[in-house]
């Protein structure tokens, strides 16, 4: 399968409790992004890289989140002291730059949830 | 503040019908457009979209309609088949921006 693929698929922790979660984008690709998606809503977007350059952050992205994408390949998110707001969805998609527009390969997601 | 409207959180629709879906928003600057199809389980996946230079594109069954100036655009599905049971998210950009801002999704049900 040469899609794009999300570690875990879920996620269950205790409020305060730090989590990390994998995003491994099609491998041409050079864009990656991150969304976040709540229930009965669409997917927030929260930020995006082309190759390793973080270019753009939402204001969804508080100092709590912070992600990575340390060689322009694979791409972490980490939510520290993680709330119970912090439940929902996370997808990651991924893109070909060089276009002036371009479709997101999105992966299937990690469910967080937080007790 | 929403951008992006989808005001009909459900469709039905008979198999063989055309399922017309709606997108309203407010934002004058966007002029990229696209939907994104989701099943249970499984991330959006593409399926059609619009440049605002343009007002109809389409692909096969799927034909997206872009009226600017009532900012409005309409996926229409023809035929509709049972396989199309999924949630439908319109989405929109600006200029040649990567933040994609998403509808909150219609579910349609084809029913056979």
């Known amino acids: 399968d040469t899609g794009v693929s999300q570690d875990p698929r879920h996620k269950i922790t205790k409020r305060g409790q730090n989590v990390t979660f994998r995003c491994d984008p099609i491998s041409e690709h050079n864009r990656l992004y991150w969304y976040r998606q709540t229930l009965g809503q669409g997917p927030e977007f929260l930020t995006y890289?082309?190759?390793?350059?973080?270019?753009?952050k939402s204001r969804l992205l508080s100092d709590r989140f912070s992600a990575e994408r340390p060689k322009g390949s694979f791409s972490t998110l980490e939510i520290q002291r993680t709330e119970q707001g912090d439940s929902a969805m996370y997808l990651c998609?991924?893109?070909?730059?060089?276009?002036?527009?371009?479709?997101?390969?999105f992966g299937p997601g990690t469910r967080l949830t937080v007790l | 503040d929403q951008q992006v409207k989808q005001n009909s959180p459900s469709l039905s629709v008979q198999e063989g019908r055309i399922s017309i879906l709606n997108c309203d928003y407010t934002?004058?600057?966007?002029?990229?457009f696209l939907w994104y199809k989701k099943y249970p389980a499984e991330g959006p996946t593409f399926l059609i979209s619009?440049?605002?230079?343009?007002d109809k594109n389409e692909d096969g069954r799927f034909t997206v309609f872009l009226n600017k100036s009532a900012k409005h655009l309409s996926l229409h599905i023809v035929p509709s088949q049972p396989g199309d049971s999924a949630v439908y998210f319109c989405a929109a950009s600006e200029g040649n921006g990567q933040n994609f801002v998403f509808g909150p999704g219609t579910r349609l049900s084809v029913l056979p």
């Open positions: 890289f082309q190759n390793e350059a973080q270019l753009e």
């Open positions: 998609a991924s893109s070909l730059a060089g276009f002036s527009y371009n479709e997101q390969f």
């Open positions: 934002n004058s600057m966007f002029d990229y």
């Open positions: 619009i440049s605002s230079i343009k």
